[in-house]
Each structure stands twice: as C-alpha cells, then as structure tokens.
C-alpha cells in the first residue's frame, strides 16, 4: 500500500500558477504511475495528468495540456504538478494518485487507480 499526501493548494486569480505537491510514503520502491485527477462541485472527478515511474512518459488531459506540468522525483518519493495560465474552470480538488497495474497507461479512468490521496483544494478568481 502506498499513501499519498497533497499540499499546495490554494486561491488563486486566473493567469496565475500553483504548484501542488504529492508526498508518497508505504510501497514506493515498487514502480508504480503517479496521476494527478480534479473534481469540480456536481461533477465527477476528471483526469489531469499522469507520469510514468520513470518519468519519461507523461499524459495530459486536453483541457491543461501547454499549461499544466506534471513531475516526479522517485529518490525524494514525491511527485508535483505545476499550473500556470490558470483559469476559473480549474477550480477544483486535485488529487494525487497512484496504479501499480501492468497495462494501465495512460491512467485515465478513476476505475485504474488503486490509491487516492486526501485532495487538495484549488480556487481559481476572475
């Protein structure tokens, strides 16, 4: 089992950045894909982005491809996401997750994640 921790969430105008932050700790020498979901209020929670355990593949949903980046450091067993250009519409929380199944990429489905963290929330003003 792996838990999974955020920070960095805040409140923000819109063009500006944030940088959230995911702390892993329990099953992280096993390799295992980090992703990034949202959930806006009465919505279901949507994908974002994911990165391989390497780091070399990364996946991004349509709506923050060119604004969001997504990043993992496996020695410090953290990951982060890097939002710039932000818009009203990112309001959401954001959580970190993770997949240790063969087969699962892009993690783009809620149904692929076996670990979920607590959520951060991101207020995005106009």
């Known amino acids: 089992q792996v838990h999974l921790v955020e920070s960095g969430g805040g409140l923000v105008q819109a063009g500006g950045s944030l940088r959230l932050s995911c702390a892993a700790s329990g099953r992280t020498s096993t390799s295992y894909t980090m992703a990034w979901f949202r959930q806006a209020p009465g919505k279901e929670r949507e994908f974002a982005a994911a990165?391989?355990?390497?780091?070399?593949?990364?996946y991004y949903a349509d709506s923050v491809r060119g604004r969001f980046t997504i990043s993992r450091d496996n020695a410090k067993n953290a990951g982060l996401l890097q939002m710039s250009s932000l818009k009203p519409e990112d309001t959401a929380v954001y959580y970190c997750?993770?997949?240790?199944?063969?087969?699962?990429?892009?993690?783009?489905?809620?149904?692929?994640?076996?670990?979920w963290g607590q959520g951060t929330q991101v207020t995005v003003s106009s």
């Open positions: 997750a993770a997949t240790y199944r063969l087969g699962s990429w892009p993690p783009t489905d809620v149904a692929r994640i076996d670990y």
């Open positions: 990165i391989s355990w390497s780091g070399r593949s990364t």
